[in-house]
């Protein structure tokens, strides 16, 4: 199991969301991703996109802001 | 994949393009299934070297507009429309080029970017992908 971190910081929409569907898609199976960012609608529709997708989201960290989503693949 | 969006790109205007990049590259990371139809002024932009060509929709001002407008993105860090359509090619969403703009417009299949072209199609096959989308757009 590898853990695969995305940074996204300072990117505007739909990098995020692209990136992390990037990464997800790298991902196998059991693998972590953790995708760093600022911009805030992204911290809100990540957790969505993973819904629709049928991922876990083992958890959302906030440091000013700054934003970390710990994925499940 | 869950569910399925289709966007039918008439405009060649670079602000619509953006609009529908985005919504194509925002379907895929939501794990959908995404066509995209280029018709029309929207199939210019598919020509090789054309995609950043379009004007704005609104306040093109003979491009002053548009290039203070891409100023502006590029403060905000936006990504350009290239960087889109490679990230929306690398998702595996599906570009179309109707075939009827080809032939009046006199565009020829090697005119286009061919390596973003997955097929060539006619009206049925947005209406067949479109009957049983969830998204369904014209741009």
């Known amino acids: 199991m590898a853990e695969i971190e995305i940074d996204v910081r300072g990117q505007t929409c739909p990098v995020p969301l692209v990136e992390c569907r990037k990464a997800l898609r790298k991902a196998a199976e059991g693998d972590e991703v953790i995708i760093v960012g600022t911009h805030a609608a992204s911290k809100k529709e990540i957790p969505m996109a993973c819904e629709s997708m049928g991922l876990e989201v ?9 934003w970390k989503i710990r994925i499940k693949r | 994949m869950t569910g399925k969006a289709v966007l039918v790109v008439q405009s060649g205007d670079m602000d619509k393009l953006y609009s529908a990049l985005i919504i194509g590259n925002g379907a895929l990371a939501m794990g959908m299934e995404v066509s995209m139809y280029f018709t029309f002024w929207g199939l210019e932009r598919l020509k090789k070297g054309g995609l950043e060509k379009g004007p704005l929709s609104k306040m093109h001002f003979l491009g002053l507009g548009k ?4 100023n502006r993105m590029k403060k905000a860090n936006v990504a350009s429309l290239e960087k889109l359509m490679d990230d929306y090619k690398e ?8 075939d009827m703009t080809m032939e009046i417009m006199g565009i020829k299949r ?28 014209f741009i």
């Open chain 1, 58 to 66: 083992l958890g959302i960290e906030d440091k000013d802001t700054e």
């Open chain 2, 67 to 70: 290039w203070m407008v891409k």
């Open chain 2, 110 to 137: 090697e005119d286009l970017r061919e390596d973003w072209i997955d097929e060539c199609g006619a009206v049925g096959t947005y209406v067949y992908e479109a009957k049983d989308a969830d998204i369904s757009l």
């Open chain 2, 91 to 98: 998702l595996g969403g599906k570009i179309i080029a109707c």
